[in-house]
């Protein structure tokens, strides 16, 4: 048993040593650190969160805060402009390519062990799903 769990373990390590060498990785790697330098979005980004505090202070009021309307268009406004950057829109499309490799990676392993197991994954229309199920019954169950 002890033998078996330690085989697990190191097949584990050699199956996460593979997805940190893949491209996928380095590339999402590379675009959270170009995010971090970018001194541009790092401005944006420090304008956003204090006006997030703005909103904060104007939401304890509501719709009766004087300037509710303004400030509601700037916040949506700036959160608009802070995720149109170009270094944010290759962030994030970096984190989805990676984030669909280990989605894919869960499936295949799961179904090397059974295929009434269903995966959960980040992507709802992932093609790979194993069934739109919630129970390992396929939908006999009458659940959806």
Same mark, same amino acid.
């Given at each position: *048993? ?6 697990? =373990? ?7 040593? *593979?997805?940190? $060498? ?10 959270? /650190?170009?995010? &971090?330098?970018?001194? #541009? ?14 909103? /904060?202070?104007? %939401? ?7 300037? =509710? +309307?303004?400030?509601? +268009? ?17 962030? &994030? ?5 990676? =984030?669909?490799?280990?989605? %894919?990676? %869960? ?14 994954? /980040?992507?709802?229309? =992932? ?5 739109? $199920? #919630? @129970?390992?019954?396929?939908?006999? @169950?009458? @659940?959806?």
């Amino acid at each position: *048993m002890i033998q078996t769990e330690l085989k697990l =373990y190191d097949e584990l390590d050699r199956l996460t040593m *593979m997805l940190i $060498h893949t491209d996928e990785f380095n590339h999402y790697i590379q675009s959270k /650190n170009a995010l &971090k330098l970018d001194e #541009s979005y790092q401005t944006l980004y420090e304008d956003f969160i204090e006006m997030k505090e703005h909103v /904060n202070e104007v %939401m304890r009021f509501g719709h009766y805060h004087p300037d =509710y +309307k303004t400030v509601m +268009k700037e916040a949506r406004q700036m959160r608009k402009t802070l995720t149109q950057h170009p270094a944010y829109v290759e962030y &994030k499309e970096s984190e989805i390519e990676f =984030y669909n490799l280990l989605d %894919m990676t %869960m499936v295949e392993l799961t179904r090397s062990v059974t295929d009434a197991i269903e995966v959960e994954t /980040n992507n709802p229309f =992932y093609e790979g799903r194993l069934s739109g $199920h #919630s @129970c390992n019954t396929d939908g006999q @169950c009458g @659940c959806s």
